[in-house]
């Protein structure tokens, strides 16, 4: 008897017609007991908007090959290798392979890695954690790249292991891309978890024996990527 008979009678028909007024909540906030119940799966939907290549993913492919002479021989005649780090299904590796540069790459997300839509690539990729040891992985890469996923790990504890990781695996170039504070795209993102800034990142990063600098202008996305050498002295741009 609460309700009038009036809004009542409202309430029933905008829930027939589905006009009744609602908002969209993010999934990543219901309760593991609803997800396990109605087989909610994360990934699926974090990756729902993430199925496809874009033009950026070859632009910036096609910049880093030529930056980093990736398609050129490393000092003992081999071709040169590069990790993505989170590579998720598969986009940069694509488009790295497109330009026949040798990538390899994993992910936490076994849906990422399962549903890649470039088959051919299944053999380069594999299911790990960033904070794995040496992300399981035995060999060394020319090029380590973290292309917008550090700022999604837990906390510092975590980044500090898979920046030691980076060097392990590293032969001697690395590139970050990472959303700042002042970026609108880091706190649009509920998975982002460590939020600092620019000097802060830098500061982190070379303490872990990492030379890391701005990227050049030309560089697409220049103002949230950063690139890295292992070489004393040495300078890239």
């Keep these: 008897e609460i309700h009038t008979p009036e809004f009542l009678q409202d309430w029933y ?9 609602k908002s969209q909540i993010g999934l990543n906030i219901l309760p593991p007991i609803i997800k396990d119940h109605f087989m909610i799966e994360d ?6 908007n993430r199925k496809s ?15 980093f002479w990736l398609n050129k021989l490393d000092d003992n005649g081999k071709q040169k290798k590069v990790l993505d780090i989170g590579c998720g299904m598969g986009h940069y590796l694509f488009a790295l392979d497109s330009f026949s540069v040798d990538g390899y ?3 936490q997300s076994k849906f990422a890695v399962n549903n890649t839509p ?3 690539l299944k053999q380069k990729m594999w299911v790990a954690n960033a904070t794995d040891t040496n992300f399981k992985t035995e ?16 906390n510092e504890e975590e980044l500090d292991k898979v920046l030691q ?3 392990n695996v590293g032969k001697q170039y690395f590139i970050f891309s990472i959303p700042f504070i002042g970026d609108p795209n880091l706190p649009a993102d509920p998975t982002h978890h460590i939020k600092q800034s620019k000097d802060w990142w830098l500061t982190k990063i070379r303490s872990h024996g990492i030379n890391v600098q701005s990227a050049p202008v030309e560089f697409y996305f220049h103002d949230q990527i950063l690139i890295g050498f ?3 002295g040495e300078l890239i741009i």
């Design 139 to 154: 060999e060394k890469y020319d090029l380590v790249m973290a292309i917008d996923i550090l700022e999604h790990l837990n």
């Design 105 to 107: 790459g994993f992910d």
């Design 43 to 48: 990934d699926y939907f974090y990756f729902s």
């Design 53 to 67: 290549i874009e033009v950026k993913h070859f632009l910036m492919a096609r910049q880093w090959k030529d930056f």
């Design 118 to 120: 470039y088959k051919f």
């Design 165 to 167: 990781n980076m060097v």
């Design 13 to 21: 028909y905008s829930h027939l017609l589905g006009t009744y007024p």
């Design 230 to 232: 292992r070489k004393e």
